[in-house]
């Protein structure tokens, strides 16, 4: 059975940096799409960037670009948001997504299988 279990948030400066981890267990990652999502308080749930099964590389915010990185390990099944740059805006509720058919997508709906998240705070 999929799952997905994100770390690495916290509380971090402006300007300062974070590396967001997603473990995937009980599949093979190199068969799955892997998204990150985030959602602020009384936002909607935006993706922010995926990662197909070929590798390529998709980004769905502006606002992240040269700032955010995502990468993966499929030896270690485990997926990456290497966040730097750090605004107070990026502040939210980060969670990553897997789907295996379609590859990637922007829209949190299309995915069937979620972690619980994780908090990223930027505040000074």
């Known amino acids: 059975q999929l799952q997905l279990v994100e770390s690495g948030g916290g509380l971090v400066q402006p300007g300062g940096s974070l590396r967001l981890s997603c473990a995937v267990s009980g599949v093979r990652l190199d068969l799955y799409a892997i998204g990150w999502f985030r959602q602020a308080p009384g936002k909607e749930r935006e993706g922010v960037l995926c990662?197909?099964?070929?590798?390529?590389?998709?980004n769905y915010i502006d606002s992240v670009k040269g700032r955010f990185t995502i990468s993966r390990d499929n030896a270690k099944n485990t997926v990456f948001l290497q966040m730097n740059t750090l605004k107070p805006e990026d502040t939210a509720v980060y969670y990553c997504?897997?789907?295996?058919?379609?590859?990637?997508?922007?829209?949190?709906?299309?995915?069937?299988?979620w972690g619980q998240g994780t908090q990223v705070t930027v505040s000074s």
């Open positions: 990662t197909s099964r070929t590798g390529a590389i998709i």
């Open positions: 997504a897997a789907r295996r058919l379609g590859g990637c997508s922007g829209i949190a709906s299309t995915y069937p299988s």
